[in-house]
């Protein structure tokens, strides 16, 4: 339940436990009672957005974070590469002093870009979260991406490359991302690419931080146990600066329709084979339902030890070590993913059976009984999630960034408890139709 408690310029809140008078020049404030408890939302007089929740944790976790990832960037890479630099220096600190003023208060701080948003994250003490987000806003107003460090992150983007090729399973993920999206932005990772990382210069990421970090732009969220009124006091003097910007986000691109069969193998030096098949379904909607549906087939799928793809291929077969499927969960074009790792011999027999499901789906459906036992799994994965505070901030800041709100915390769970069995196979007849596939084989196959 929303309740609109006040729209003003100047917001007097009187603290009881001091009876004193702050003025807190805050546009809106809302108190947004979710299943985690209550959370504050508020906009500054800046534009800056809020989100609050106090509990009665050790340590708080405090993100920042703008509405624009790799998406908006000119040469891939560069938004990931503002976000960490931001961390690299400022007018005021070394990287080192950054580092060792986040230690002293028993902190880690770590900088993170999707496609979507780009984010710092620190986890502290919820006594020291004044101290943290004095360092934290200096970081964000105040980089000097300094050529050496640009130069150093370029190289470590480039090892983080090298790192996921010589892993068969991310290799094989990112491989199908790239082949299935084709030229659509979601197909390149967000750290950017060998041929693009180092062409980027210093002023590539000056320009995109003066575009995209301003502050009707940026979101901090503080989870922890804190008083909301003492963070916003605190945001108000220390992002007092922080200016307005004329920020647009650009419209996600669409896909050009899948009209048939995408098939590619490539070598890897594994000695297994890793598969990746998917299909294009809706992202994620306020209204629409169609991504809940997704979400649920695919844990009927390959969700767990009890999903029909497991029980069929793994348990009683054992033709793979490991297969699951999921929804990726974008708010564009999003994907519904069949993955396994198996003896090269067998990827053939065991695409044809996961594809035979898929199929028995579509023809026959599922019975109530089943998509009810399903919801039941993926709400207790859910809840296992709610448990996390890091988690917790980290979706409130990800579904305030992609205009869901946060009262999509909880509209998401209602939405999957409200698939029916019927829903299951129109989804399924609907959007599983032509499917990509990548497939990383050994060399010597």
Known sequence: ????????????????????VILLKAQTVEEVELSIGEIT??????????????????????????????????????????????????QKRTAEEIATEIETYGGIISAVCDHHVSSLTTITLSEFTDEILEIMSDCVLNPTF??????????????????IEDN?????????QEVFYEDHPYGVSPVGTKDTIPSINRKDLTEFYQEYYTSDNSILCVVGDVSVE??????????????????????????????????????SNANSSYVA??????????????????TVLSALLGGGGSSRLFKEIRADRGLVYSINAGYSGQIGPATFIIFFWCDPGNVEEVTSLALKEIEKIKNEGVSEEEVSETIKFVEENIKLLYENELYQAAI????????LGVSFFDKQT????????????????????????????????
Do not use: H
């Open 41 to 90: 939302r508020v906009v500054l007089e800046n534009g800056l957005t809020l989100l609050i929740k106090d509990s009665v944790s050790p340590t708080a976790t405090i993100i920042f974070a703008v509405k624009n990832g790799s998406l908006n960037e000119k040469k891939p890479g560069t938004a990931s590469l503002v976000a960490q630099c931001l961390l690299e220096g400022t």
């Open 230 to 267: 003492d963070i916003i006091k605190t945001a108000e003097g220390l992002f007092a600066d922080y200016k307005r910007g004329l920020t647009l986000r650009e419209e996600i691109p669409s896909l050009s329709p899948k009209t048939k069969d995408v098939k590619i193998t490539e070598k």
């Open 1 to 20: 339940m929303k309740k609109i408690i006040g729209i003003a310029i100047g917001l007097l809140i009187i603290l009881s436990s001091c009876s004193q």
């Open 277 to 294: 098949i998917g299909f294009e379904v809706p992202g994620v909607s306020l209204v629409e339902k169609d991504w809940a549906t997704a």
């Open 414 to 445: 209602e939405q999957i408890k409200e698939v029916t069995a019927e829903d299951i196979q129109q989804v399924a007849n609907e959007y599983l139709d032509f499917y990509t596939l990548v497939e990383l084989e050994p060399q010597n196959v």
């Open 146 to 163: 300094p050529e050496d460090a640009v130069e150093r992150k370029k190289s470590e983007a480039i090892d983080i490359l090298n790192l």
């Open 396 to 403: 409130l800041v990800s579904y305030e960034a992609l205009d």
């Open 168 to 176: 068969p399973m991310f290799s094989a993920l990112l491989r199908f």
